[in-house]
């Protein structure tokens, strides 16, 4: 099949030679059909992406091989398909139907829910312990994660054919995922599904946890959470509704995956466990464990949340100090899987540069200072001098450097430019619309994400809106660093509250970006666009067209194809 110019395998992606060529993956194209309710290969969506083969299916969802043909990549792509209450013969066309009834509400709550996943997972993109993702997005009245695809093998097909792995090969596997996690758990989320079958192990042996369809924001404190299974993973508390969950919840999946890996067992469920069943020391069925590591994984499968450890980094920290009581027989390379705390790629570009050029110059002065100061005990005052000389010119060229760097930095930012700031799916790059001293006006370049602008009914306002609530919680939270925080202004809307991330009024479109004066302005994307106001005082809603046109979409203002382009005020 020619997919983005070449033809491909449809199974692998691999280029091919030729039409009807044969891949090394044994595959060959027509010798599978996929079924009638999944995506016929070939079909393309957001008019990027290509999707291949099936390669899983849940009671959530169909997982598809894809190939994007803007980056020409590799990719695995989740469809939200909810068994027993979706239909589709994707022979006539690809849109997916909720059953009728009962089975729409179900539909579009559990839809939602797996929008959720997507994007609690984007919010960690380039954490090594979790798969990322690239771009999430509605068609086909359905929901779609475009995710990185994991060359590798599950934890679980792996464990099946190895039976047990011992602590150093865990430790290895499993550390990236529990220096990540500790990660998640800052920002109150818990994964609540950590089991073999949701781990994957890439070509260089290293774990990352993908499938966060159960993941839940647990800063609230008590609250009906949805019952999430997985026998032998899952600890008591997981059982019940309003069971009190929290990182803890994690502690003890992945105290139970780590027994699963040494041991070969798996835990007895939890409430067998209740009921008197015994779970066997991991000592008794792995003895050439390492006794304090043992003792600890039984502690993280404590019964009871008080009897385990509180978060993923105190079960890491008890695991790094039993293996350093035993050095002589822990594996270096585990324990500095475990010790890794990894600095994100988006992170080391922020700041990692800056520095280097002051870094070297600082190193210069501490060579020089150290050598005149042993020239002085020979030469004395006319060295000490000299010394005092060097070391004032030094300084200086460092401060004229930073100022000059600063000053140029901020007298060069002016209308039309592009700025990047945050990282949504990737880098997030802003246009610059106005200018006010050092503060200036930004608007996302890109539509980040497809979202209805309320839930509440036609007469939907911003102050009270879904999406104003959206921006400035998660997406403020999950985008952007603390530097970049604390550079975002706070503005007041019309309600008199305060917004760091807002829509642009249908004023400021008209101001900045309708006399088409600005040139690096995007406006061909596959889905249009919110205001944040009105132009009619009844509740309808106004959006922008791909070409640029303003349209009145009347009273569907909960519409679920709106795209969100954020824009904000900052600091510069």
Sequence with gaps: MVIGGRYRCVSCMQELAGENAECSCGYHEGSHKSPVHCLQEGTILWNRYVIGRV???????????GWDCKHNIKVAIKEFFLNGFSTRNALKSPEIKATTGEGVECFAAQREKFFKEAQVLAAFLDEPGIVNVYKFFRENNTAYIVM????????????????KISLDETLGILGPIMNSLGRVHEYNLIHRDISPDNIMITSDGRGKLIDFGAARDVSGGHKSLSVVLKHGYAPIEQYQSRGDQGPWTDVYALSATLYRCITGKVPPDAVNRLSGEELIPVNQLEPSCIPEVASVIMNGLGLYKGDRYDSVKALKYAIISALNMNSATANEDAVNALKSENLKASDRKRYGKAADTNIVLLSVLAGVSGLLTIITSFFGAIALLFLAICVGCIIAIIVIKSRKASNNGLSAIQTGDIIECGNYNGSISWV?????????????????????????GPQA?????????????????????????????????????????FLLSLEEFKAYIEPRSMPNMRYEQPVWWWLRTSSHNDGKADFISERGYIKDYGYTVNDEHGGVRPAMWINI
């Design 55 to 65: 390669i899983g299916e849940g009671g959530f969802g169909i997982t598809y091989v």
């Design 148 to 163: 990185e695809f994991v060359e590798g093998v599950t934890l679980k097909d792996y464990l099946g054919k190895e039976g």
């Design 432 to 456: 610059v619309l106005n200018r006010i001293d050092n503060r200036v006006l930004v608007v996302s370049n890109d539509v980040l994400v497809t979202l209805p602008y309320d839930n509440n």
């Design 461 to 501: 306002n911003w102050p009270t809106s879904y999406l104003r609530d959206w921006l400035n919680t998660d997406f403020l939270t999950y985008s952007f660093n603390d530097n970049e925080k604390s550079n975002i202004c706070p503005v007041y809307n019309e309600a008199g509250m305060v917004d760091y991330l």
